[in-house]
């Protein structure tokens, strides 16, 4: 870059020690080449489909949830079978744009994404689960109804862009939205888990987390009764003309993956 720099004899990127960004000559520059590298990137993908077995790296963007649940089990089998491909994964909660950060995939909540993303299920439909500790249980008492969580110490959680999390839930006559109060507020559902096992409070995870504490009598289920039925986690990625083969061999496997033997 430097030595395009010095042939231009303008600057492409201002540089601090912790950031690099084009300046505005750099940013039209790469807007003029962005269709060429774009066809450089799909002449790298098709002399790929030479190999005798998919190679290269793939980096995929997703929630901690969907990274503990269903991207890590995924990868590391996929990765037995695929041993020329890299995945890095990288744990994220905010909405980004994985094309300008340079991302293969990402996974988000339900199918709200842009319009030039396709989008697959990632894994078996999800809940809730209201859980708490035996001993906050046995010193506050236990709800019956989504309403008495109002009285109840309930640990709230705060995604990355500011907002609280809200408690849905459902019965026969329609949905229920609680707003949590309570005195602790994280912002991982770890964190969230960690308080209720020491008696914190009353915690909304998924169902993955709190399942083996709940088998395991750690933890107790409240209000299972009252869970809805939730969209699964989506795993989506841009609407190329020719994906690498080793994104192509991933969405292959994760099509034909047997979640069963792993939930």
Known sequence: MNTLEEALGIRLLNRTTRSVFPTEAGQRLLERLAPALSDIRLAIAEVDELRDSP???????APAPAVDHFICPLVFDFMDTY???KIE???DAAVIDIVEQGFDAGVRFGRQLAQDMIALPLGPA???AIVASPDYIKRHGQPQVPHD???HDCIKRRFPGGTLVTWRFADGNGEIEISPTGRLTVSSAHNELQAALAGRGIAHVFDDYAK???QGGQL???LSDWSPVLPHWFLYYPNRRLPSAAMRAFLDYMRSYDWQTRT
């Open 212 to 214: 083996p504490y709940v």
């Open 126 to 128: 999800l809940r809730y």
């Open 220 to 222: 107790v289920e409240l």
């Open 55 to 61: 190679s290269g790296t793939l980096r995929i963007n």
């Open 89 to 91: 994964v990288i744990s």
């Open 149 to 151: 969580l109002v009285s």
């Open 83 to 85: 041993r020329e491909v």
